[in-house]
C-alpha cells in the first residue's frame, strides 16, 4: 500500500514457489485490488543439498535455488492459483521448450522468463520467436 502510493509505475511482485497455494492465491487478490501491479511466480526453489544429492564436500551451503526443467510443474500450479485475479502474471522456473511456453500461456501467464534455457541454448528465444 505505502509503495503504491509512492509510484504510479508497474510494481511486479515476485512470489515463491515455496509459498502454499493459499498464500499465492491470498496475495494475488490483494495485488488485484492496486491498479498497475504485475506477479511473477515459479523461479528457483530452495532446495536442501541432501535432497539433490550432494555432501557437505561438493556443495558448502545447507540450501540453495534450484532451478531448471523439474520446476515447470509447480510453475504451473502457481500460475493456475491466479489465473482467475486481474494481475499480469509473468511464470518463471522450469520453462525449457515451447511447449513449456504454450502450456503456461493456456494456465494463465502472460510473459514468460528462462534464465537457465538460456544457459544452455542463448538461440533459444530467437527459435521460440519463430515458431510461437
Known amino acids: 500500500k505505502d509503495l503504491r502510493q509512492l509510484t504510479n509505475r508497474v510494481i511486479s511482485v515476485k512470489l515463491s514457489p515455496a509459498q502454499t497455494n493459499m498464500e499465492i492465491k491470498r496475495y494475488g487478490d490483494l ?14 526453489r530452495p532446495t536442501k543439498r541432501q535432497d539433490v544429492g550432494l555432501s557437505d564436500l561438493q556443495f558448502s551451503r545447507p540450501v540453495a535455488g534450484l532451478s531448471g526443467p ?7 500450479e502457481m500460475v493456475r492459483e491466479l489465473k482467475s485475479v486481474d494481475v499480469p502474471i509473468i ?3 522450469g ?3 515451447l511447449s513449456d511456453v ?3 500461456k493456456t494456465d494463465g ?10 544457459v544452455f541454448n542463448p538461440f533459444i528465444v530467437v527459435e521460440f520467436n519463430k515458431r510461437f
Request: hydrophobic letters at 40%; proline letters at 0%; charged letters at 15%.
Open 31 to 44: 495485488l488485484s485490488s492496486y491498479e498497475r501491479m504485475m506477479v511473477n511466480v515459479g523461479n528457483t
Open 70 to 76: 523439474s520446476l515447470i510443474e509447480r510453475t504451473r
Open 91 to 93: 511464470a518463471t522456473g
Open 95 to 97: 520453462i525449457s521448450n
Open 102 to 104: 504454450y502450456n503456461l
Open 109 to 118: 501467464a502472460d510473459l514468460f522468463g528462462m534464465a537457465t534455457s538460456l
